[in-house]
T-cell receptor, first 114, second 113 residues
Framework: DTGVSQDPRHKITKRGQNVTFRCDPI?????LYWYRQTLGQGPEFLTY????????KSRLLSDRFSAERPKGSFSTLEIQRTEQGDSAMYLC????????????FGPGTRLLVL | GNSVTQMEGPVTLSEEAFLTINCTYT??????LFWYVQYPGEGLQLLLK?????DKGSNKGFEATYRKETTSFHLEKGSVQVSDSAVYFC????????????FGSGTRLSIRP
């Protein structure tokens, strides 16, 4: 098992452009989480999937953000009309499911919006 | 709501010094508690965890004890090494919300040779 992977690792974009990030969780992990980490802060929860169902979204997740996990495996996070305030590290984590609270994190995608 | 407060950094110590990073939490119920570590240029890694009161988590010489009476989970190590230089995050699982993890703001630790 290679752990949680994320792609790309770095993304530089211009304000107003759309970006999409991908997360591949550890195989057979039912739960998948997205977090955002800004400089000097701890990660903050964005959204969570149980298999393919998106069950919770933080109020941090504005209408410009959308996440999917179509087959209950990999997930994508899209940001439309990016703003400079979206610049952050976007982290994905997975866990086996209920009764297993430990989450395993990927390396993150660092986004810079110019 | 649930929250985590941890000691502000940066913390700078000499090699072989004793380390304590304080962490306190506010939570309903009985969450699991974690310490995650982020080494320079790397992703978040689980360092240790404790799932119930009075449990002690330990790994790589680090220890933390789940103290419900003081709502604390302080991280300790008896003799730090240069390779321990990293950012340390105290965290808890939010049982009311799909066990999402709530993190503290992190403490940057630098160890001088």
């Amino acid at each position: 098992d290679t752990g949680v992977s994320q792609d790309p690792r770095h993304k530089i974009t211009k304000r107003g452009q759309n970006v999409t990030f991908r997360c591949d969780p550890i195989s057979e992990h039912n739960r998948l989480y997205w977090y955002r980490q800004t400089l000097g802060q701890g990660p903050e929860f964005l959204t969570y999937f149980q298999n393919e169902a998106q069950l919770e979204k933080s109020r941090l997740l504005s209408d410009r953000f959308s996440a999917e996990r179509p087959k209950g495996s990999f997930s994508t996070l899209e940001i439309q009309r990016t703003e400079q305030g979206d610049s952050a590290m976007y982290l994905c984590a997975s866990s086996p499911g209920q009764g297993h609270e430990t989450q395993y994190f990927g390396p993150g995608t660092r986004l810079l919006v110019l | 709501g649930n929250s985590v407060t941890q000691m502000e950094g940066p913390v700078t110590l000499s090699e072989e010094a004793f380390l304590t990073i304080n962490c306190t939490y506010t939570a309903t119920g009985y969450p699991s508690l974690f310490w995650y570590v982020q080494y320079p240029g790397e992703g978040l890694q689980l360092l240790l965890k404790a799932t119930k009161a009075d449990d002690k988590g330990s790994n790589k010489g680090f220890e933390a004890t789940y103290r419900k009476e003081t709502t604390s989970f302080h991280l300790e190590k008896g003799s730090v090494q240069v390779s321990d230089s990293a950012v340390y995050f105290c965290a808890l699982s939010d049982l009311s919300s799909a066990s999402k993890i709530i993190f503290g703001s992190g403490t940057r630790l630098s160890i001088r040779p």
